[in-house]
């Protein structure tokens, strides 16, 4: 049994990874830290927990390093930073679930987060964790930037065409809906129940944090450099994100043809579904699942040219987050690829 | 006191067409048709209605037209071709709030609704009844098309630049999110509760019947055909549109000047605001009421050239329906244009 | 018009109470405070505010009392007390939505708010504010202790029979379901979207506030002390109240005549609707409204005695706040009762 | 591996049993019916499916005698009659989740039901499947009467006190609170988004078909006929019943004792949580898990004796329904207990 350890185990995503990992087959989580709960015994939460005596505990990372081999990162952008550092000198392997080592660029970060990266030669050594991209580099990794909710509903969706010379960059819009649950556990006004229920709305227009992490990978895939624009919204629900995303096209194709690159990219992926032809991916269809749902469309009655829309569905919690994670553990531990990833959508 | 019937009173848009008139200090409601109820009390329904022995009827147009001189239909298309034609030939004001009489064009029509329009000479007479673009012509109509509830929406979002030289009709993409009473009160699978409820789905792409009365609208302001995409989105709460709309732009221009075309075009209407440079429109917002709410985004950081984002919301039932039936009868009849229709937003 | 202001205008209920306010033929806003908001145009957030240069302003008694002859004070308990005292001593009408002046007896709101109350010699003055018991007594007023939402649901429901000498007082239970905005508007976790969202619990079993008012209430009506047992719930939603309650009876008693005591009691309340046999009240169709409904039952098979079964569902912002001050308002000044109220339920 | 077969596959509760199946160590899916979804692949909707080519099939009971040991019925009552007796005289064991067998007496069955019992000399064959209560018993039993998602809820929370004298059953009252997948996956116009969701309200007072079902188990526990009052609302959510149940005492007792009669009572029960005093149970926190919360709370302040007022949550879907049905084979089959079951509550 690997030994994993939690770090930030008391909010959304640090409470769905645990879930995870507590049905896992073959990992043992040793320690679970949160600042809000510690003391309290974690199976007093998680009535089944393996271990009847594990507790949250304070984040102490000296003693913490011998409790475990892999360690999650559930803290806040910043306060990673240094934990990651840390762990990684101590041999420790990383999955860190927050912003900190997902931009390769120490300047873009700084740009974005309005803070300096400290550890920026540690940006080098991690690995961004999509596994349906980075598979090989992520068996190696000792550091992985597990990928934002967002960019991994936008990234599966047009990874598949970003290489074809029919794409143009200019300009792909991706437009994105939210459940709440993305907003985080801790109080705030914006996110109270009266506020988000029977209403819809954007926000962060041309300001969010997950824009340059997008550019980022679409621009390694396209192998030039170029900015999209990301408009995500707020859904009154909890889970689940749904992206539209608007591609213009420099030539004449046929949905089919498209259609078939994805069936092919994705043919080997577990965790991938390309829908058919015509069918819609929708929220509820991979709710509390690992699971992202694709669909193409293909505009024909716009002016000049035609346009690609490509929607995708994914668990913002799970495959947005907690879900890859373990992916990732499994890719590095040489555990079954799927393993304990394969429940069903709970629907309804 | 004008007499006013509605004809299709038990659907959501009739209800609260019902709703709005009997709160209106200038008319009487003196006939309302349900097929469904047709035989009960009025006032059962409605506690407050000032007509206690009003019932709701079958659909006999010929003593219909002896009771009213203004009528709203909120009968499905194609059932509202013939209606209207009656009532204009009997004397009558027609306000439809289906979209038998909104294209101009009997062939876009059968085109999009798959059957023929049988009283195509009178599409002729009839007015696009948004208020915003069509005052003149409303106060002297004796059928108004009334405005689907996307295209309201889109229109209003996007009238104010469709004239400037710095509009790119290439391509123009609407991606709107609706709550689901647009989709009516008829029992279907899909918008069942634990169908809709924690979920969010693309329909129609490429492929919805308000398409080609947005474009008929944008092309007619812009003096030039073309044609947009249009993506509705269906989200788990019961009213509201929120329409997101990205401009590609011909040439470099200021947030601030795009703004205050915004505020100059609408500073004279009652209904549409035109909210602080960052401020987020959001359909609880506008919730309850006849407001449109606009806000404009300016995406300076994609490649060649740079995109608006207009975001607009409305209450789908009242803004996108009823209530600018309400507005088109004051106007058409001479009533203070605000009349039984500055309830403020109720929210939460 | 009469001069009016709102002290504590921010919150739902002070938000609810402007809104009707703001429509209402006889009345002029002069004030509202809001330390949160202070300084802000109220037009900003009401379009429609008749008066475009008032602001949201600080609670300066001093000031304030010159500005209106009648205040709401929607403030939080304990900083009601003095406030009601002050405006008392300055010869202003005063309707308190805080449960300060609602307990007749010193003791007992010490006992349940963990307060004294240093104004009690006022509390004979204050006259709890449901109309529909107190009508009289509210017109010539100067204190209008206005009921909480919880107990106006319960007090409706039960008063046309609490004279009544089949019923037993041994135990009424009052079981109750609410919507989330009688939680209030300040940020705090468990009214968090995903915290209420897709759930239901009860809360303060046994200990609610709200308890002490209803028997304060119903032993009047009965003209004996006694306790009830009251217990609230959370529901994922904005607004409403479902109270189910059920009140053992002494002897046989038939419903049909259960139901005509019901409609005599209500035959001239405005705002009282008592359905017909069988039908069931339901939060949305009270929804936006000041209407209470209500329906009763009678179970004929449990063992000893029957028990009856009377069910009420209100707006808790309206109904059960904001309305009924309003009402008691229109009372107290000459008004039509029924001014600024008759908005019919906004469905859906 | 045990051959299983889901008769009535497209619902959902044959959709969640479905899914739980599919994750079973233990058994092999062999045959799915739908009359609906005749013909199609299941590994479509279900993309872990492990046997590629089943496909949802009509059904015909006799080709299908022969692919599975064991069935589960999610048919509609009625249609299971028959279905159950057929596949008992093939020799087979049947979980039947509709409520055909749970009755014991053919004459209730007919009362509340409004058709007579056909195989009346089966019912006795019959075992009602409330594992904690009748565990020896389900596992030599060939039919399982799988019980109601209400009454679950109810039995659950009033077993551990039914024997005891302090008990009263003059009157108990349950006072449910569910989600509306209870409610089936049919198009009706009670159950459409717009009509659910913002509203709560009661439903079949005093006549809902789950109240003999719960009279039974408690009076057999109870040694004693009695009458309870079972009242149903529906609220909007997706999942989950909560039960408010008021029990009158007959003499004084202290919460503590009760308290540890709950503890004790349900020591080794792997899926029912007695709460810590004072905790609430919340249907969010047994979401997609087969858990069954209890709280105990009692009343001191009601006249004359006292009142318990206990409170369960559970996920209709699966302890009120699905979960249970894998409970019970797992019982019948000898798997371990928890096997298929140890699913994590998924929150938010």
Same mark, same amino acid.
């Given at each position: 049994m690997l030994k994993v350890a939690i770090l930030g185990g008391s909010g959304y995503t640090g /409470?769905?990874? #645990?879930?995870?990992?507590? @049905?896992?087959?073959? &990992?043992?989580?040793?320690?679970?830290?949160?600042?809000?709960?510690?003391?309290?015994?974690?199976?007093?939460?998680?009535?089944h927990c393996r271990n009847p005596h594990l507790k949250f505990e304070s984040l102490n990372l000296k003693s913490l390093a011998k409790k475990a081999d892999l360690? /999650?990162?559930? #803290?806040?952008?910043k306060a @990673?930073?240094?934990? &990651?550092?840390?762990?990684?000198n101590a041999g420790k392997k990383v999955i860190d679930l927050s912003a900190d080592y997902r931009l390769k660029s120490a300047r873009v970060y700084s740009e974005w987060y309005k803070i300096p990266h400290r550890y920026s030669p540690l940006l080098k050594k991690a690995v961004y964790g999509l596994p349906e991209l980075y598979r090989k580099k992520i068996k190696k990794a000792s550091i992985i930037a597990n990928p934002g909710c967002y960019p991994t509903?936008?990234?599966?969706?047009?990874?598949p065409i970003m290489g074809e010379d029919f794409v143009s960059t200019n300009t792909i819009i991706i437009d994105s809906k939210s459940g709440t649950s993305g907003a985080g556990r801790s109080p705030a006004q914006p996110f109270m129940f009266c506020e988000v229920n029977e209403s819809v709305k954007a926000y962060a227009v041309t300001a969010h944090r997950h824009t340059p992490e997008i550019e980022q990978e679409l621009s390694a895939l396209k192998k030039e450099n170029f900015k999209v624009i990301f408009t995500p919204h707020l859904i009154p629900m909890d889970r689940g994100i749904l992206s539209t995303m608007y591609v213009p096209l420099r030539k004449k194709i046929s949905l089919s043809n498209v259609q078939k690159l994805y069936h092919q990219f994705y043919r080997h992926e577990p965790f991938v579904r390309v829908l058919q032809n015509g069918r819609y991916p929708a929220t509820k269809s991979v709710k509390s699942s690992n699971f992202c749902d694709?669909?193409?469309?293909?505009?024909?009655?716009?002016?000049?040219g035609k346009t690609l829309i490509i929607i995708s569905?994914?668990?913002?919690?799970?495959?947005?987050?907690?879900g890859t994670a373990v992916?990732?553990?499994?890719?590095?531990?040489g555990f079954e690829?799927?393993?304990g990833l394969m429940s069903t959508p709970a629907s309804p």
């Open positions: /409470f769905e990874l #645990l879930r995870l990992l507590l @049905s896992h087959p073959e &990992v043992e989580v040793t320690a679970v830290t949160s600042e809000r709960s510690a003391g309290l015994l974690i199976s007093d939460t998680f009535l360690f /999650f990162l559930c #803290l806040p952008h @990673s930073q240094e934990t &990651v550092a840390f762990l990684y509903s936008a990234i599966l969706g047009l990874a694709i669909s193409i469309f293909l505009d024909e009655r716009s002016r000049r569905a994914i668990d913002n919690l799970i495959k947005g987050a907690s992916h990732n553990m499994n890719i590095m531990s690829e799927t393993a």
